[in-house]
T-cell receptor, first 113, second 114 residues
Framework: AQSVSQHNHHVILSEAASLELGCNYS??????LFWYVQYPGQHLQLLLK??????LVKGIKGFEAEFIKSKFSFNLRKPSVQWSDTAEYFC???????????FGGGTRVLVKP | DAGITQSPRHKVTETGTPVTLRCHQT?????MYWYRQDPGHGLRLIHY???????DKGEVSDGYSVSRSKTEDFLLTLESATSSQTSVYFC?????????????FGPGTRLTVL
């Protein structure tokens, strides 16, 4: 069965620090990849997605992610975080064969002012 | 924000009682989904619908049933609630294709089963 791993459950950093969140998946076939964010008390929102083409995708609020097929990874990055980036971040992988969307366990990010 | 509402937003109930959660959309999207969110597990799909009266099971469907009699409404029912069903439930919608497309999420329902 496909699995999606987010290695860091909690990340604490200061404003202006760089952020990188790891996401690895187990499926070797065609995938679509997503990062969602959930700000405190709010619903999930899409940060960015990868379907095909340039493996470096840019999303909202200065976030970007790089798809590395050989490593089965889709890591999320932001060069300089703000306090307002405090949230929980979820990686999700869609597997075409089987029509299955699997979410990672999430990473809680706390940005200290 | 996509027009998705969930009701109730919070509910406390007792083991063995039936519970129905409602998801309502104003976007006329074809696909609707119910997820549960639990710490460390991310979101897990319970059931989804690809049209009126057309539904299918997700990975954690045991103990849950759904119905969709109108495009805009997708109901999730716990026939006999158990403590393991204490969770936050999210509804999501998508315009066209199945799970591969971007989904828009509702605000969530926090359910506590005592």
């Amino acid at each position: 069965a496909q699995s999606v791993s987010q290695h860091n459950h909690h990340v604490i950093l200061s404003e202006a620090a760089s952020l990188e969140l790891g996401c690895n998946y187990s499926y070797g076939g065609t995938v679509n990849l997503f990062w969602y964010v959930q700000y405190p008390g709010q619903h999930l929102q899409l940060l960015l997605k990868y379907f095909s083409g340039d493996p470096l995708v840019k999303g909202i609020k200065g976030f970007e992610a790089e798809f590395i097929k050989s490593k089965f990874s889709f890591n999320l990055r932001k060069p300089s975080v703000q306090w307002s980036d405090t949230a929980e971040y979820f990686c999700a992988v869609y597997q075409a064969a089987g029509n299955k969307l699997t979410f990672g366990g999430g990473t809680r990010v706390l940005v200290k002012p | 924000d996509a027009g998705i509402t969930q009701s109730p937003r919070h509910k406390v109930t007792e083991t063995g009682t039936p519970v129905t959660l409602r998801c309502h959309q104003t976007e006329n999207h074809r696909y609707m989904y119910w997820y549960r969110q639990d710490p460390g597990h991310g979101l897990r799909l319970i059931h989804y619908s690809y049209g009126v009266k057309d539904t299918d099971k997700g990975e954690v469907s045991d103990g849950y049933s759904v119905s969709r009699s109108k495009t805009e409404d997708f109901l999730l029912t716990l026939e006999s609630a158990t403590s393991s069903q204490t969770s936050v439930y999210f509804c999501a919608i998508a315009p066209q294709r199945e799970l591969m497309d971007e989904q828009f999420f509702g605000p969530g329902t926090r359910l506590t089963v005592l």
